[in-house]
């Protein structure tokens, strides 16, 4: 029995060991300052999902540009920048989309004070991201379709990569109006400034939509398998738990109060959904495709490859449907 003891110790300890040995590091890119559109990333995080499945999850946090060479170099494994996806996509990278976030577009256009309309921009200088990531190209959609206003031609744009600067750059005066997503909506409310509109008024794109390198999707099957049921988790408990989402929102997109996180989680909190429909993928690449024919960089006869060729279908599919997840219903309240 002495000698049972110590065996049956050891045993344990290299049980532990073993368990502690499979569960796969993923390093996941996150914006310094935060995002709204990858709220379940964070969440997911916070929550213990990815832990939950089998993952050693580790943020690595870089700027909109850095994390794509990052991604595209193999330093980390996804990226939540479906617009910089597309871009490598379209310019023959070869990329996979794995799970949506954000089925609504979240951004929305302030102005300083004495702007009143869109048409009052006409002339001015706008902050927005860098070119060819979301918080440009919707912004830039946005101008054209609706009020037939071009970068360059009908207004300035100067390329702030954080929200948080241009809040700043507007209520010093440095542009008239500035692209920012909801969760820093109170922040811009609080500094004096404006909502012009909400860019879901004119466009639904799936923001926020995490992708890979094909490589790294053919060899890591199971690890992403576990990384959509990660986020779909996350998709439902941001939806239900209130007071979790708050928590979220205050420790990784700075909102300043528990009042201002429950006005941003009534706002979004039927806005996020693990499934990517077709239509919403489309809309990511054909967005990305006119930016590239403005650009010169795709001809402008040459048409949109099929969507469904980037984007992990079955796996994704099939994942929901295993863990019986609920698909996220756009028109509720």
């Not at 060479?69 to 939540?80: Q, R, V």
């Not at 927005?128 to 031609?153: L, Q």
């Amino acid at each position: 029995m002495r000698m049972l003891r110590p065996l049956l110790t050891i045993g344990a300890a290299a049980f532990v060991t073993f368990g502690a040995a499979q569960a796969q590091t993923i390093k996941i890119g996150k914006i310094p300052s935060g995002n709204g559109f990858h709220i379940p990333t964070y969440v997911a995080m916070d929550q213990g999902f990815y832990k939950a499945e089998g993952l050693d999850a580790v943020f690595v946090l870089l700027d909109g540009r850095p994390m794509v060479t990052a991604l595209l170099a193999g330093s980390i494994d996804l990226a939540p920048i479906p617009s910089a996806g597309a871009q490598a996509a379209l310019s023959g990278a070869e990329i996979r989309y794995v799970v949506g976030e954000s089925l609504k577009s979240q951004w929305l256009f302030v102005a300083r004070p004495g702007i009143n309309s869109m048409e009052d921009l006409r002339g001015k200088i706008i902050g927005y991201g860098r070119a060819g990531a979301a918080d440009y190209d919707e912004g830039a959609a946005v101008m054209r379709r609706a009020f037939k206003m071009e970068v360059g031609k009908d207004y300035k744009v100067i390329s702030l990569a954080g929200e948080p600067e241009r809040i700043a750059a507007l209520a010093n005066g440095s542009i008239d109006a500035a692209l920012i997503s909801v969760p820093h909506a109170p922040r811009a409310i609080n500094a004096g400034l404006k909502i012009l509109l909400r860019t879901s008024d004119y466009i639904q794109r799936a923001g926020g939509t995490v992708w890979t390198r094909k490589a790294f999707a053919d060899q890591n099957q199971d690890a992403l398998k576990k990384f959509i049921r990660a986020i779909a988790k996350a998709v439902m408990f941001y939806r239900d738990d209130k007071a979790g989402a708050i928590k979220t929102l205050r420790a990784h997109l700075g909102v300043e109060s528990d009042a201002d996180a429950a006005v941003i989680w009534e706002e979004t909190r039927h806005t996020f959904g693990a499934e990517l429909p077709p239509n919403n993928l489309r809309e990511i690449l054909e967005s990305r495709r006119l930016e590239m024919i403005a650009a010169k960089q795709w001809p402008a006869d040459k048409p949109l490859p099929d969507p469904e060729q980037f984007l992990l279908r079955s796996l994704l599919d099939s994942t929901l449907a295993e863990m019986k997840y609920v698909p996220t219903k756009l028109d509720a309240k």
